[in-house]
Structures are given as C-alpha cells and as structure tokens.
C-alpha cells in the first residue's frame, strides 16, 4: 500500500518538485467573465498577472467534489491510502468540498484510508507543508507518521508576505477603499501573515525596500535555525524581487535551501503582480 499526497493548487509548487514527489494536484477554478480556466493548466500566472496589469479582473472558486471524488476512487482501486492536504478553509471552500466527497465514498462504503488535513496555511507556506509530507511519503513513512508531521508542520508555518498594489486586496475585500486609495497615493506597502488560516495586517512600511527589509526582520524574531530548513519564496511575477529577497536572507542568516515559485493564479488573482511572499517554519 502506498500512501498517496494529494493537494490543490493554491500549494503554488513547482511543477519539478510535484514531479519528483509524485504529487498528486487538483486545481482551483479561476474565472474572467464567463470564461473558466484551471489554476496552473489552462491559465498561467504570467498570462494573468500580465492581463492584470492592464486591468482585467480575475475570479476564482474552490474545486468541485467531482475532481476529489476520481482522485479518492482511483486511490481505493489503487489499495493506497491518501492524505489530502488542503489549502486554508478560511480562505477557500476547497476544503469542504473535499469533505462533501469523503461523504459520498462513506456512503458508498469504500474502504480507501483518508485524511483530510485543513492546513490553515496558503501559497508556499501550503506548499512546504505539502512538500515535507511527500518527502516523508517517499522515504516510506507511515501513514499515521505523515499525517502527525503535517499537522506539526502546518501549525507552526510562517507567512510573511506583501503587495505591491493595495487595489487587488480591496477588490477581495481585505482592505477599505479608502486604505487602498490613501494606500496608492503615500505608496504604503502593508506588511502581512497568516493567522489561524486567515490573512492579516501586520503593519506598514512606506516603499517596497522597507517593506522586504521589514519582513526579514519579521523572520529573525519569529524563527532560528534557518540554515536547517527548506524556505519558501514565491513571488507575483517577480522574479528579480524574489531573487533579491533570497539574496538577503543568506546573508542575514546563512539561509541554504530555498523552493521559489509563482503565486498562482488562485491566489494571485486576489493579491496581485508585485506580491512577495516569505515562509518558514518557526519551530525548528
């Protein structure tokens, strides 16, 4: 029996590492207009984030059931058993959705061993969680073991992160009109984290420099040992700011192992081009 990592696209990994860890990924919807695409395979984040750019607004919704229900069906035929791990359900009703699934297979009484894990976490800090049970999994832990870490590993994950346009945050309803406008005027960056799965200012710094200066600071008094750890950056069609940011946290803490990647579209299209993003875990 082999103990299958399921997860959804807001894990916002790269396509290598899925590869690597047999991973499997099902992906949030993402709407412009009436017309529908799916995280990461019908729509990339470059596309999107360049239509952005020029003002095109991008809507998303959870995974249907359905795509849970053939996941969880092709594993019990399998003889595996799966943990799927699950982007923030403060943040997405992808969670439920998987939930309403395993009711059904109840009902139909499969026998396939599932877990469903709301990890609370978002984008790469998702993804480490993701990352570091699929490492797990491939070195044949057990099930009960991968389950125990990532939950571990999911209640101690950091996300340190800011926009580059408060605009994007306000259409999603996570700040007034009026701090965007104010925002957008005395080029406030805010500085945020994720608490208890949801997203929530930190404090704010004038101008993008202070703003990734401040969220490595942030890093140096919510965590240690960095050197030991896997660090996630994922940027919002940045590269460049990414890169620097990596650039900083070697220098100031001997960082050695990074996994960098886009925001996807499913997180993305609420936050914006221009977002930088920093996790780690603050327990090790």
Do not use: W
Request: aromatic share 8%.
């Amino acid at each position: 029996m082999a103990v299958r990592i399921l997860t959804d696209s807001a894990c916002d990994l790269p396509k290598q590492v899925v590869a690597e860890y047999g991973i499997d990924v099902v992906p949030l919807m993402v709407y412009k207009d009436d017309k529908e695409y799916q995280d990461g395979v019908t729509l990339k984040p470059a596309e999107m984030f360049g239509r952005m750019r020029q003002g095109t607004i991008y809507k998303t919704a959870q995974v249907p059931p359905g795509s849970f229900l053939e996941k969880f069906g092709e594993y019990g035929k399998n003889g595996d058993s799966c943990i799927y791990l699950a982007f923030s359900s403060e943040l997405s009703g992808t969670h439920d959705s998987a939930l309403l699934a395993r009711d059904q297979l109840q009902e139909a009484e499969t026998s396939l061993k599932l877990d469903i894990i709301d990890t609370k976490c978002a984008s790469m800090g998702f993804g480490l969680v993701v990352y570091l049970a699929a490492r797990m999994a491939k070195e044949g832990k057990s099930h009960a073991e991968i389950v125990a870490a990532a939950q571990e590993n999911a209640q101690h994950m950091e996300h340190i992160f800011t926009v580059d346009d408060l605009e994007y945050l306000y259409r999603g309803g996570r700040v007034s009109r009026t701090a965007a406008f104010v925002g957008g005027i005395l080029n406030i960056k805010p500085v945020l984290h994720v608490q208890d799965g949801r997203l929530i200012p930190v404090e704010k710094a004038r101008g993008r420099k202070k703003a990734i200066k401040r969220m490595v600071e942030i890093m140096g008094e919510r965590g240690s040992n960095f050197k030991e750890q896997v660090i996630g950056i994922s940027h919002g069609d940045d590269l460049a700011a990414a890169e620097e940011l990596k650039t900083l946290l070697e220098q100031q803490y001997g960082c050695r192992k990074f996994i960098i990647n886009d925001v996807g579209c499913a997180i993305g299209a609420h936050s914006g081009p221009g977002t930088l993003a920093l996790f780690f875990l603050n327990n090790i």
